[in-house]
């Protein structure tokens, strides 16, 4: 079974408003398709577009105008400042990962950066945890590849050690901070 038969068509519908109002395709204000319109767009029924915009609206990432539509509302406190560069999974990308011995469940086929702000050169996100390896998708501008990278060594400062984050959550040799659960230190 496919990463994307796992997920219900409005999870589908909602992870890719999410993922371009989280890559600032789609601003604040940004006035979104009507349910007929995503309906019409995916090949669904209405009902499951209304579901799709029903979890938007309950993510915080959207709101509802009656009769004006939906709007974007706002992007997570948490990704202000992340490094905003993305990349959309090819189809074979997304089986080869859907084989690995903890199948991601509800991958999405846009990952986001790890970093915080923006910067030159490679980039990666977490395509996911399989056993003890964690497999992270690297791109740059010209091409992907999933590979094991080990997690970044790091530990919080014990101060913070009721946190359950101890690890800095990025992989091996990242530049700049740590993150530690959604704190960068």
Request: contains cysteine; negative net charge; hydrophobic residues 40%.
């Amino acid at each position: 079974m496919s990463i994307d038969e796992q997920q219900a068509p409005y999870q589908l519908i909602a992870a890719g408003l999410r993922n371009q109002i989280l890559a600032g395709h789609l601003t604040v204000g940004t006035k979104l398709p009507s349910e007929h319109e995503l309906a019409a767009k995916h090949h669904v029924a209405r009902a499951t577009a209304q579901s799709a915009l029903r979890q938007l609206r309950s993510e915080g990432l959207t709101t509802s105008r009656k009769g004006a539509g939906n709007y974007v509302a706002s992007a997570p406190a948490a990704d202000i400042g992340r490094c905003p560069a993305h990349l959309v999974l090819a189809p074979a990308q997304i089986a080869w990962l859907g084989t690995l011995p903890m199948p991601a469940h509800g991958l999405d086929r846009v990952l986001h950066c790890e970093l915080e702000r923006a910067h030159p050169g490679p980039h990666a996100g977490l395509g996911q945890h399989a056993g003890d390896t964690p497999w992270w998708v690297q791109w740059t501008l010209a091409a992907s590849e999933i590979v094991p990278v080990p997690m970044c060594p790091a530990q919080r400062v014990p101060e913070r050690a009721e946190v359950d984050d101890n690890k800095c959550l990025l992989f091996q040799d990242h530049a700049g901070r740590h993150l530690f659960g959604g704190d960068y230190m």
